[in-house]
């Protein structure tokens, strides 16, 4: 709908995305699909690499042998 408007946030209120959790906030659930594969294809577009059109989410993580630790993300 175009009634909502976006406003222009502070860079202070975003997400770090190069912190692990929030990256895979934004690109590793299925809500979020068509953000994956449009940075996925961002990354390939000067491979020449055919591009992708979906994606697949599957739970690989492992977690730590102490409480403590952090989960490790297995990518396929």
Do not use: C, H, W
């Not at 020449?48 to 492992?62: D, L, Q, S, V």
């Amino acid at each position: 709908m175009q009634s909502k408007i976006l406003k222009r946030l502070p860079l202070e209120q975003l997400m770090d995305l190069k912190i692990d959790y929030a990256f895979k906030q934004l690109f590793g659930n299925e809500k979020n699909k068509d953000i994956t594969v449009v940075f996925l294809n961002a990354i390939l577009q000067k491979t020449g690499k055919n591009p992708i059109t979906n994606i697949n989410f599957e739970n690989t993580e492992a977690g730590g042998e102490y409480v403590d630790d952090k989960e490790n993300l297995a990518i396929i």
